[in-house]
C-alpha cells in the first residue's frame, strides 16, 4: 500500500491535471482529414485528423449515419459536415443536420436543420461543396428525386432548396455559381442570388459529355476556373466556365495497349502552384473504373505531358496533395486503414500510418 | 417475370447444391457439429470424399453466396444471401427497396443476358457478412439507376435511409 501510494503521489506530481490537448489554428496545411463512413457500422461514421509531417494521430470527429465529408471554412476555423441521424438509432424520426465543429478543440459549436433527403452514396467531394467565397454550403439530395441544400453559413441558416431533376453533384464555378451533371451529359448550370435562392438554373442545350461510350467519373479536380473530369478510359476532359475543351489522353498508344487506366475513389488530385496533376492508375479491363492502383501518374496541366510516375507503398484508392508549396500527398485505400504519406514533388514515401478507420474514404486537405 | 425469377434461381440453386464449394463446406460443418461429441472425423471424411478438381472459379458462379455468383456482376454492398436472406428475398425485419439500380449480367449456365434488378434491403445497420463489389456496366452516381453507388434505401418509406444487404434479382431476359 505504501508503495501504491508512493507512485500515486508520483504520478499526481508529474501530470498536470486533467487536460485536453487544445489543436493549431487554422489546422497547419500538412494535416489531412480521413473521411470514414464506417460501411460494417453505418450508424457511426467518423473523420480522423492526422499529421502528415509526423504521422501523428491529432483527433477524430462523429458525424453520424452514412458520414459523408467534412467541408472545411476558407479561414480554416471551422468545419461544417452534413450528417443524418435517428431518433432510435436506425428507427425513429430521421434528422438531417450541417453539424459546425470548432477546428481548436475538434469540439461541436451548433447545427443547422436540412431537408432530410441529403444523398447517401459512395462519398465523393462532389457530394457536399462551398461557393468560391465560402457563403453558401451547397449539398446534393437524392431520395431519389434531385435537388441541392443550399445553407448559409453567415446567418447559420437554411437558405433554401434548389431542383435539379436529373442532374447531381456538385462542382462551384464562383462566388454565386456551380453546375452539376444531368444523366444524359448535359450540364445544369445554376446561379444563386445573395440569398441562396436560383437566380438561373439552366440545361445547356446538348449533352457536353458522351455518357455511352467512354463516361468521365464524377470524381473531377478544380485548378482555377477549370474543372479537369477523367472518363474511364484516361480521357482528360477540362471544363472551363461550363465550356469542354478539347480532351487529352493520360496515355500513350503503347500503355493503352497495355491495358493501363484510371481508377479508384478519390482517383484524382491537383497541386494549384505547380499545376499538376495526379492520377491513380492500374492496368485492367472495361469496368475496373473503381480499382485501387499501385501507381500515380503526375501531369504537368500546362503541357498536358506526363512528369513522373510514383510508386505506392500499398493499394492507393483515394489521395490528395495539400495546397502548399512543398505539398505531401496522401493515398489511403477504403480496404485498408494504412495512411501512406509521400513528398508530392519527389514522390518520395515518407511514413506509414496504420488503423486509421474502418472504410475511409476521401481526404480532405484543410 | 417473377416466374422466370423462381425458375432460374431454382435451377441456380440445385446447381449450387450440387457444385458450390460453400456448400460441401458447409456439409461438412453440420457433419462436425453433430459430431463434435464424437471422434467422428475420419468418418466424416471418409463418408465425404473430396470434390472432384475442377475450377473453383467456375463453382462460385453458381453459388448466390458468392461474389463471383453470375447474378452480382454490379452489386455492390453485402450480400444478403449471407445475411438471413437470400439473392431475391430480403432478411427478416427489413424492408426492400421500391427503386434500385440495375444491371445487365450474363448467365454462363444457360448464355444468356439478364437485366438484374439490385434492390437493398432496409431498416437495420448493416448486414457486414459477404461483402461484394463488382462494376459490370456500373455508371457515376450522375446515371442514378445503373449506379451501385448509391444506397437505394434513400427514400425508403418507414425504412429511410439505413442499407442492410442487397439483393440481385432477375427482372427479365436482356434484349
Given at each position: 500500500m505504501l508503495l501504491l501510494a508512493f507512485l500515486s503521489a508520483t504520478a499526481a506530481a508529474a501530470e498536470p491535471a486533467a487536460s485536453v490537448v487544445t489543436l493549431p489554428q487554422p489546422t497547419p496545411p500538412h494535416w489531412v482529414w480521413i473521411n470514414d463512413f464506417v460501411f460494417p457500422h453505418m450508424v457511426s461514421g467518423k473523420a480522423m485528423l492526422v499529421d502528415g509531417d509526423t504521422g501523428r494521430f491529432a483527433g477524430a470527429l462523429d458525424t453520424g449515419f452514412g458520414s459523408m465529408r467534412l467541408v472545411p471554412s476558407l479561414d480554416g476555423k471551422v468545419l461544417y459536415s452534413p450528417e443524418t441521424y435517428f431518433s432510435r438509432g436506425t428507427r425513429g424520426e430521421r434528422?438531417?443536420?450541417?453539424?459546425?465543429?470548432?477546428?481548436?478543440?475538434?469540439?461541436?459549436?451548433?447545427?443547422?436543420?436540412?431537408?432530410?433527403?441529403?444523398?447517401?452514396?459512395?462519398?465523393?467531394?462532389?457530394?457536399?461543396?462551398?461557393?468560391?467565397?465560402?457563403?453558401?454550403?451547397?449539398?446534393?439530395?437524392?431520395?431519389?428525386?434531385?435537388?441541392?441544400?443550399?445553407?448559409?453559413?453567415?446567418?447559420?441558416?437554411?437558405?433554401?432548396?434548389?431542383?435539379?431533376?436529373?442532374?447531381?453533384?456538385?462542382?462551384?464555378?464562383?462566388?454565386?455559381?456551380?453546375?452539376?451533371?444531368?444523366?444524359?451529359?448535359?450540364?445544369?448550370?445554376?446561379?444563386?442570388?445573395?440569398?441562396?435562392?436560383?437566380?438561373?438554373?439552366?440545361?445547356?442545350?446538348?449533352?457536353?459529355?458522351?455518357?455511352?461510350?467512354?463516361?468521365?467519373?464524377?470524381?473531377?479536380?478544380?485548378?482555377?476556373?477549370?474543372?479537369?473530369?477523367?472518363?474511364?478510359?484516361?480521357?482528360?476532359?477540362?471544363?472551363?466556365?461550363?465550356?469542354?475543351?478539347?480532351?487529352?489522353?493520360?496515355?500513350?498508344?503503347?500503355?493503352?495497349?497495355?491495358?493501363?487506366?484510371?481508377?479508384?475513389?478519390?482517383?484524382?488530385?491537383?497541386?494549384?502552384?505547380?499545376?499538376?496533376?495526379?492520377?491513380?492508375?492500374?492496368?485492367?479491363?472495361?469496368?475496373?473504373?473503381?480499382?485501387?492502383?499501385?501507381?500515380?501518374?503526375?501531369?504537368?496541366?500546362?503541357?498536358?505531358?506526363?512528369?513522373?510516375?510514383?510508386?505506392?507503398?500499398?493499394?492507393?484508392?483515394?489521395?490528395?496533395?495539400?495546397?502548399?508549396?512543398?505539398?505531401?500527398?496522401f493515398s489511403i485505400f477504403i480496404e485498408s486503414s494504412v495512411l501512406d504519406i509521400y513528398d508530392a514533388i519527389s514522390g518520395k514515401f515518407l511514413r506509414s500510418v496504420t488503423d486509421v478507420g474502418t472504410t475511409p474514404t476521401v481526404l480532405v486537405s484543410p | 417475370m417473377r416466374w422466370l425469377d423462381r425458375m432460374v434461381e431454382g435451377s441456380a440453386r440445385s446447381m449450387a447444391k450440387r457444385t458450390s464449394r460453400r456448400s460441401v463446406v458447409g456439409y461438412l460443418g453440420a457433419l462436425l457439429v453433430g459430431a463434435s461429441a464424437v471422434p467422428l472425423l475420419p468418418v466424416a471424411r471418409g463418408a465425404t470424399p473430396p470434390p472432384p478438381k475442377t475450377d473453383d472459379k467456375a463453382k462460385q458462379v453458381d453459388d448466390p453466396t458468392s461474389c463471383d455468383y453470375w447474378r452480382h456482376c454490379a452489386i455492390d454492398g453485402y450480400l444478403c444471401g449471407c445475411c438471413g436472406g437470400t439473392q431475391d428475398t430480403c432478411p427478416p425485419g427489413t424492408q426492400m427497396s421500391a427503386v434500385t439500380w440495375v444491371g445487365t449480367c450474363h448467365n454462363p449456365l444457360d448464355g444468356k443476358d439478364y437485366v438484374i434488378s439490385y434492390n437493398d434491403c432496409c431498416g437495420k445497420s448493416t448486414c457486414g457478412r459477404c461483402m461484394c463489389n463488382r462494376n459490370e456496366r456500373d455508371t457515376p452516381l450522375y446515371i442514378p439507376f445503373q449506379s451501385n453507388d448509391y444506397n437505394w434505401c434513400s427514400g425508403n418509406g418507414k425504412a429511410n435511409v439505413p442499407y442492410h444487404c442487397s439483393t440481385a434479382r432477375i427482372v427479365s431476359v436482356a434484349k
Open positions: 434528422t438531417d443536420v450541417i453539424s459546425l465543429y470548432d477546428t481548436a478543440h475538434l469540439s461541436f459549436i451548433s447545427e443547422i436543420q436540412i431537408p432530410a433527403k441529403r444523398s447517401s452514396n459512395l462519398p465523393m467531394m462532389a457530394n457536399a461543396q462551398l461557393t468560391d467565397d465560402g457563403r453558401f454550403l451547397l449539398v446534393y439530395n437524392f431520395n431519389p428525386g434531385q435537388s441541392i441544400t443550399v445553407v448559409d453559413t453567415h446567418t447559420r441558416k437554411f437558405a433554401g432548396e434548389i431542383e435539379s431533376s436529373g442532374c447531381a453533384l456538385i462542382y462551384p464555378t464562383g462566388n454565386r455559381s456551380f453546375f452539376s451533371i444531368c444523366a444524359d451529359g448535359a450540364l445544369l448550370n445554376t446561379v444563386l442570388d445573395d440569398t441562396g435562392k436560383a437566380k438561373s438554373n439552366d440545361r445547356t442545350d446538348e449533352p457536353v459529355f458522351d455518357v455511352d461510350k467512354d463516361p468521365v467519373t464524377e470524381k473531377a479536380v478544380r485548378v482555377g476556373d477549370t474543372w479537369y473530369f477523367v472518363s474511364f478510359s484516361g480521357l482528360i476532359y477540362p471544363v472551363k466556365n461550363g465550356t469542354v475543351q478539347p480532351a487529352w489522353s493520360l496515355l500513350s498508344a503503347q500503355e493503352k495497349a497495355a491495358k493501363w487506366r484510371p481508377g479508384g475513389l478519390q482517383q484524382l488530385a491537383v497541386h494549384t502552384p505547380t499545376n499538376r496533376l495526379y492520377s491513380i492508375m492500374h492496368q485492367g479491363g472495361l469496368y475496373t473504373h473503381k480499382d485501387p492502383g499501385r501507381e500515380v501518374w503526375v501531369y504537368d496541366l500546362n503541357k498536358r505531358t506526363r512528369v513522373q510516375k510514383i510508386s505506392m507503398q500499398h493499394d492507393a484508392g483515394s489521395i490528395q496533395v495539400s495546397r502548399d508549396a512543398k505539398p505531401l500527398m | -
